[in-house]
């Protein structure tokens, strides 16, 4: 006989406490909560022209098209906040159902996907919020996202502006991952401000509906109140859709295994 799904909640959950307290796990206590301040001042968002060429160049795109969201670049001065330095892990949310009450996600149940350290994926935008919340936090505008990964700079990635595929866990077999990976395992690939994953991974829930930026000239049928943004690309992505200023997008009740997010806080 199958085990009920409440059942097996209160099973996968005392084996995730459990594991998190035995002391095996250490480095997930260290890391648990670490955030990282990233100044306030101005930096540039989105993708100049020369940007999205590059890309399609790249990435051998058939169309710009694909990138006009991106544009224009632009100037954006933002207060000083600390954002998560990690995702938010399978660890952190366990702790969060067990404190609350509220149900896990499915992939708690799935081995590829539950080890305490991987970040926690198949969360809808509302329960994403609802955790950020609950920790005195909250999540990312798209602004704060990306200024986190690019810094000041302008860069196509957090550690440059050079593809490479060892520095991000992507699509691929290079990375040693074929799911998503526990948090912190490319360092090579930290942002200005030491913030990790922040190209692929998972991609990353934002506060903000996907809306044109100011100046924006192109028509785009998707914008508006339907989809969230969100940033970063994931396992599953290729090294275009891993670049930070790429603006996903997701209906809020969307629960996908490349999909989770991290939390900031206002200074």
Not at 157 to 180: C, F, K, Q, V
Request: aromatic share 16%; charged share 25%.
């Amino acid at each position: 006989m199958k085990m009920g799904f409440e059942k097996k909640f209160h099973y996968v959950r005392f084996f995730l406490i459990a594991f998190l307290f035995s002391g095996v796990f250490g480095v997930f206590k260290v890391s648990a909560g670490e955030t990282v301040l990233v100044p306030e001042g101005p930096f540039i968002m989105g993708s100049s022209e020369e940007d999205i060429q590059w890309a399609a160049r790249q990435f051998h795109s058939e169309s710009l098209d694909w990138y006009r969201d991106e544009t224009p670049a632009h100037t954006v001065t933002l207060p000083a906040f600390h954002i998560d330095k990690y995702e938010v892990t399978v660890g952190d949310y366990a702790l969060y159902t067990e404190a609350t009450g509220k149900p896990p996600p499915r992939e708690f149940e799935n081995p590829r996907l539950n080890h305490p350290n991987q970040p926690v994926v198949s969360v809808p935008w509302r329960q994403a919020k609802d955790y950020c919340l609950w920790a005195k936090k909250r999540l990312p505008t798209e602004a704060e996202w990306e200024k986190a990964a690019r810094g000041t700079d302008a860069r196509h990635y957090p550690w440059g502006n050079e593809p490479d595929a060892l520095n991000a866990n992507i699509r691929g077999m290079g990375d040693n991952y074929r799911n998503t990976s526990p948090v912190g395992k490319f360092p090579e690939g930290a942002s200005p401000y030491g913030v990790m994953d922040m190209s692929g991974n998972v991609w990353e829930w934002t506060e903000d509906w996907y809306q044109p930026y100011s100046g924006n000239e192109y028509d785009n049928d998707f914008y508006g109140e339907k989809f969230k943004v969100m940033k970063g690309g994931s396992w599953y992505s290729n090294q275009d859709l891993a670049r930070p200023a790429v603006r996903g997008k997701a209906f809020p009740d969307q629960k996908k295994n490349y999909i989770g997010f991290r939390c900031v806080a206002s200074k």
